[in-house]
């Protein structure tokens, strides 16, 4: 190994602890849009934004504009959390290491080995909205900052209700309905579960579902689960699926179906 490899590999090591950013300070219950400090909006929807034209998130998601700022999000949406999906594998014998937050690949140029991060990112509010997004770059801080980027862009909603024949209980815990996702050879079937029972998913799955809001989950899934990237598509995949399908309002009110975030009834 040269030296040059090792002192790169020295960086990414530390890298690997931060995992999570910090919690964001505590917002009122009242929907209020937060004010970023600096941020100089570009596109049309983000200078609404600013003015405070929009204050709800649905306003732009169900028109089905695009966002190009992730700024707009992070002022629209109160206790947004982001995490990194484990995706990659450090070196390691006998079958390699262990996982690790940045997939590591190498390009052979007259010059040498050029290595490369891709990294995995998810963002959501634990309240119906979530995202992910993937970044790519020579370096792993500037991959981990355009995936966290993309994630907020890829934003949407989700739809949640009660549609476990166990439970029947018409509280937004679990999915409306069994759904399906694939992307490659992978896989994913979600099925809701009763109260209680947990998610019941591939852990960098469960990290999506938990930042979207959903409490109890069953699976299945089949083909090579072990590309996460592939794995976590099909989850977004059939989670996008799911806030498309349509419910009559008869089995809406039924399974007590939510969509995005929890509406505190109004007395
Ligand atoms: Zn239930």
Excluded at 3 to 21: A, L, P
Excluded at 65 to 86: K, Q, T, W
Excluded at 135 to 143: E, L, W
Excluded at 163 to 177: F, L, Q, V
Aim: with cysteine; net charge positive; glycine share 10%.
């Amino acid at each position: 190994m040269t030296e040059k490899n090792k002192i790169e590999e020295e960086s990414v090591e530390e890298e690997k602890d931060v995992v999570t950013d910090a919690p964001k300070d505590e917002t009122p219950a009242i929907s209020k849009p937060v004010e970023i400090e600096g941020w100089v909006p570009k596109t049309s929807i983000g200078k609404k934004v600013k003015e405070g034209i929009i204050t709800d998130i649905d306003d732009i998601l169900d028109n089905g504009r695009p966002i190009m700022e992730a700024e707009i999000v992070e002022s629209l949406i109160h206790g947004l959390e982001n995490e990194l999906l484990l995706i990659g594998q450090s070196k390691g014998k006998f079958g390699g290491g262990s996982r690790r937050i940045f997939k590591q690949t190498q390009k052979k140029t007259p010059e040498g080995n050029k290595p490369s991060f891709c990294c995995l990112a998810v963002v959501g509010n634990r309240d119906g909205y979530v995202g992910v997004g993937s970044g790519k770059s020579k370096d792993t801080v500037p991959a981990r900052e355009k995936a966290v980027r993309k994630a907020k862009l890829n934003l949407f909603k989700i739809k949640r209700g009660c549609g476990s024949w166990e439970c029947n209980c018409g509280s937004p815990h679990t999915i409306p309905m069994m759904i399906e996702g694939k992307c490659g050879s992978v896989s994913i079937k979600l099925m809701p579960a009763p109260k209680g029972k947990g998610l019941c998913v591939d852990k960098e799955c469960q990290k999506v579902l938990k930042l979207a809001g959903i409490k109890d989950v069953w699976s299945k899934t089949a083909g090579q689960t072990r590309v996460k990237n592939n794995l976590i598509n099909a989850l977004v995949s059939a989670l996008k699926k799911l806030s498309a399908s349509k419910f009559n309002s008869k089995t809406a009110k039924k399974i007590g179906l939510v969509e995005g975030k929890i509406k505190e009834k109004i007395q």
